[in-house]
């Protein structure tokens, strides 16, 4: 068994050299440096020895111990630039080389759907406004006539920060705003998101869009409602398209009405779209409630008004025929270059 530590030193330091990959390295630490090594069997050996010996042995091992480590390292280094220059070489890129196509993207139906509402509203003069998503319970509810008992106030439907702050339920409080800082005449649109306390399914989203309208004026009448929703009826599913209206109930306006449109597929003979009757229900309006305008100090003796409001993703989904309304949101490329 060798005794001088210098030599296991040399004989290291040797046989780094020759080293040419970790596992190679790693045999030479376990050779010298191991509980069964060279090394530690030269330090266990001392228990023989003289104090004095011992004492000058166990100095020249511990050097030549923190040396054989230093060696080590540096030759783990070593072939680590080794390993990267080599990899570095195999996986060169070739700028010489043409660059794989990039497919460009597109504006997202929902997007797109709302932008094509606009300009059709904007078309006939309305202007779009916007609003912020988190809302107060004022301008979404007290400002809109909601009864304090109104379902859409419960907890279990409304997402609220506290009991002044929530995430507005519908675009509406645009409306509000708008009546608040700015006389009549008014002619609006407002779209955005919304948010409501809903278990997503095939027609359910907490999350949704909506395209609310608001026309406050002298003079104005149900009859401009009417023509106003039928000529937007036309332009967005097409000329031959037949409305009603059905007498419905929301706060914010009196009277109210659910309009229906003729089923632009079957021409309202009854299909899978409008589920055998002829007919697709495709948005809330009315004649704006006097306690709303008078939120806004407006003179209700001389100014009417109406609104109406859509859901975005309903009117997409009629239009394209998608039968779920999770599609949306799921950015299957899949289904959105559909859209293109």
């Known amino acids: 068994m060798v005794t001088d530590p210098n030599v296991l ?13 970790e596992q190679d390295v790693e045999a030479v630490r376990i050779r010298y440096l191991g509980k069964k090594g060279e090394l530690t069997a030269i330090l266990r050996s001392m228990a023989t020895l003289r104090h004095e010996e011992r004492k000058e042995l166990g100095a ?8 054989i ?17 080599g990899t570095l070489k195999k996986e060169k890129i070739d700028v010489s080389q043409p660059a794989q196509g990039v497919q460009p993207g597109s504006r997202h139906l929902i997007t797109q759907t709302i932008d094509e509402i606009c300009r059709i509203f904007g078309d ?3 202007r779009v406004t916007e609003g912020p998503e988190v809302e107060t319970v004022f301008n979404n509810f007290d400002a809109l006539n909601a009864a304090p008992s109104h379902p859409s106030r419960d907890l279990t439907d409304t997402f609220y920060f506290n009991e002044t702050t929530l995430l507005r339920t519908q675009t509406s409080p645009v409306q509000v705003r708008t009546l608040i ?8 649109i407002s779209p955005g998101r919304c948010f409501r306390i809903d278990t997503p399914d095939a027609t359910h989203s907490p999350m949704f869009h909506q395209v609310e309208g608001l026309l406050v004026d002298e003079g104005v009448a149900m009859t401009d409602l009417k023509g106003t929703l039928d000529d937007f009826a036309k332009k967005m599913f097409g000329a031959d398209v037949r409305t009603k209206f059905r007498p419905h109930f929301f706060p914010f306006t009196e009277p109210s009405a659910e309009m229906d449109m003729s089923c632009f597929k079957c021409g309202g003979k009854g299909c899978r779209i409008c589920k055998g009757s002829g007919w697709i229900e495709i948005l809330g309006c009315g004649m704006v409630h006097p306690n709303v305008l008078k939120v806004g100090d407006i003179d209700t003796e001389r100014f009417t008004g109406f609104a109406f409001g859509m859901g975005v993703e309903r009117i997409a989904m009629l239009r394209h025929g998608v039968d779920d309304i999770r599609l949306f949101y799921e950015n299957d490329v899949r289904f959105l270059r559909q859209f293109m």
């Not at 040797?14 to 990959?21: R, T």
């Not at 020249?60 to 040396?67: S, W």
């Not at 800082?181 to 609006?188: G, L, Q, S």
């Open 69 to 85: 480590a230093a060696l080590i390292e540096d030759k783990k280094k070593e072939l680590a630039k080794i390993i990267l220059a």
């Open 9 to 21: 030193l040399e004989k290291a330091r040797d046989e780094l050299a020759e080293a040419n990959s």
């Open 124 to 126: 006939m003069g309305y």
């Open 60 to 67: 020249k091992a511990n050097t030549v111990r923190d040396a």
């Open 181 to 188: 800082k700015e006389a009549p005449p008014v002619k609006v």
